[in-house]
């Protein structure tokens, strides 16, 4: 790990507003466009970012005559805070100067864009080996990673293309994870989380699909075929679209109360259920309707006399 002066390292987090820590010590980083370097470098760490990439990352094609001079004063002020105590004009241990351009030094545990791609690698990597468990675990590591809009307030063409893409990985790790959920038979879990998502992204038919499915299973068909109803009327209201063929088919399918739709097997062998009930701890009682051999059932409990063999 890279560490400066008194050997804290540096992390830097870009999955919500851009923030930086030294340690346990935040770190201040000033203003919007100095965010957006950070950041920018941050995304593109141990490489090398040129004066004119970053430039445009912060005004886009139409920079101010002072933009070149801004960035320098933007990158000067960004050592001092990375490393206060280092010494004048000597060599920096996280931003430095390379070729035309700057590069930011970090390990992959610095940044929680690199810890998110190596959580959703391995959960991937899970799901491929048939372990669902383990990828259900990797993909909540990766989520919870997550704070708000990623590079919030960050201005700027490069900060506004990274937040859709960011975005977009989010939402399709979101799937994924939802798909081992219902594979694991967690589908009242996943309608749960589904519907705050479709309220949110409600033109996604992935999403959508996930939380008829879910609904499904957990034996609401009617509030299932609500939901799709409700994206065929956003869909044509904003778009003037109808629903997706795949969409359009798992419609069908509920109304048709289709067995494939039921979980898959799998579900019952590597899953614990969604309820666990808990076994009486007692005998069962008496059975009050269960009459007419009285004989029968006290003449084991009345004792026994033994006949002795006559000699």
Known sequence: MVTADHGRPLLVRLLGPVRAWQGDRELELGGPQRQVVLGLLALRANRAVSRGELIDGIWGEDPPPSAVNALHVHVAVLRRTLEPHRASRAPGKFLLAAGPGYSLRLDPGDLDAQMFSRHLDAARGSRAAGDLSAAAREFDAAL????????????????????????????????????????????????????????????????????????????????????????????????????????????????????ALGPPAVAVTVAAPERIWAAPAQLPGEVDAFTGRAGELAAPRRPRRLRLPRR
């Open 144 to 259: 919870r990673l997550w704070q708000a809009v990623p590079l919030s307030g960050a201005p700027g063409p490069w900060a506004e293309i990274e937040r859709v893409r960011l975005i977009e990985v989010r939402l399709t790790a979101i799937e994924e994870r939802t798909e081992i959920m219902l594979m694991l038979g967690r589908a009242a879990a996943a309608a749960a989380e589904l519907a705050g998502l479709v309220r949110e992204y409600p033109l996604r038919e992935g999403l959508r699909g996930q939380l008829m499915l879910a609904l499904y299973r957990c034996g609401r068909q009617a509030d299932a075929l609500a939901t799709f109803a409700a994206g065929r009327r956003i869909l044509r209201q904003e778009l003037g679209l109808e629903p997706g063929q795949g969409l359009r088919r798992l419609h069908e399918q509920i109304m048709a109360a289709d067995a």
